[in-house]
């Protein structure tokens, strides 16, 4: 499914959080969505997913206008993992999956139902911990829990909220390669708020770049993380290369640093 962004404005209490961005999010392709602290990226994230009514513009899910769709119409296009999560209430890894069937079902979950949930536990690496409570998990498994139920959706997209950032090395790996298969294989658009440069450098098929809530550049990898645009967004000095055909940064000093050693 593709999204498409259009003008789209948001205020807190008066003060503009997003400005007249314009994006697009391609079916089979991951989107990754990076920038300084209150760039606005998360709010984006829930404008996309309707947590947050804009100010101006609007949001395009397979060409359908967000506002005129249905919660439960957008549920089972989405899936959505927010930046934190806190639950009210004791379940089970398995149970809290399943709940991401809730969208496509009535009263009853079915057999087809329990055997998506116990897959996507599969492919998550999560069958080990299916029936412990979800609130006796380590930050990192609790993440890649989140990100099961929203697999275990069905989904047409998937807004993830940086889903790595509790994660280590191999899990960061892992979960990356099971979102990129979802986005070939299953023709997913995979929208995603990162600040690991290098990660959004190895797996995304287009970045976008933010600042002050706007877009600054959006466009792939190599085209958007370059020296110049790091050091006008993030403040940084950094060498950009490449290897095996994707960019690498290596951060070298921030711009203020560097001017203090130049004087």
Not at 18 to 37: F, K, S, Y
Not at 40 to 58: A, D, M, N, Q, Y
Not at 66 to 90: C, E
Not at 129 to 149: D, H, I, K, N, T
Request: charged content about 20%.
């Amino acid at each position: 499914m593709r999204i498409d962004i259009e003008n789209l404005s948001f205020s807190y209490g008066g003060r503009a959080v997003l400005n007249g961005i314009d994006m697009v999010a391609q079916p089979g392709e991951i989107t990754c969505v990076v920038g300084p602290n209150g760039s606005g990226k998360s709010t984006l994230v829930k404008c996309i997913e309707t947590l947050l009514i804009p100010s101006g513009g609007r949001v395009l899910l397979g060409g359908e206008d967000a506002r005129s769709m249905q919660r439960v119409a957008i549920a089972r296009r989405i899936g959505y993992v927010p930046q934190r999560f806190d639950l009210a209430f004791s379940t089970s890894v398995f149970d809290l999956v399943l709940m991401g069937r809730r969208p496509h079902v009535s009263w009853k979950s079915s057999a087809r139902d329990m055997d998506i949930v116990i897959d996507t536990l599969v492919e998550m690496e999560l069958e080990s911990v299916a029936m412990r409570p979800f609130q006796l998990l380590s930050g990192g498994q609790q993440q890649r829990v989140m990100v099961a139920r929203a697999l275990a959706q069905q989904p047409e997209c998937l807004l993830l909220d940086e889903p790595t950032s509790a994660l280590d090395i191999a899990h960061q790996l892992a979960l990356m390669d099971t979102v990129s298969e979802y986005a070939k294989n299953k023709g997913l658009s995979v929208l995603m708020v990162v600040h690991d440069l290098n990660l959004a450098a190895r797996y995304a098929d287009s970045i976008v770049m933010m600042k002050d809530g706007r877009v600054v550049v959006q466009g792939e990898p190599e085209g958007v993380l370059t020296r110049e645009n790091l050091s006008g967004v993030f403040g940084v000095q950094a060498l950009v290369g490449k290897q095996k055909g994707r960019a690498t940064v290596i951060p070298v000093a921030t711009e203020r640093v560097e001017a203090a050693r130049m004087t």
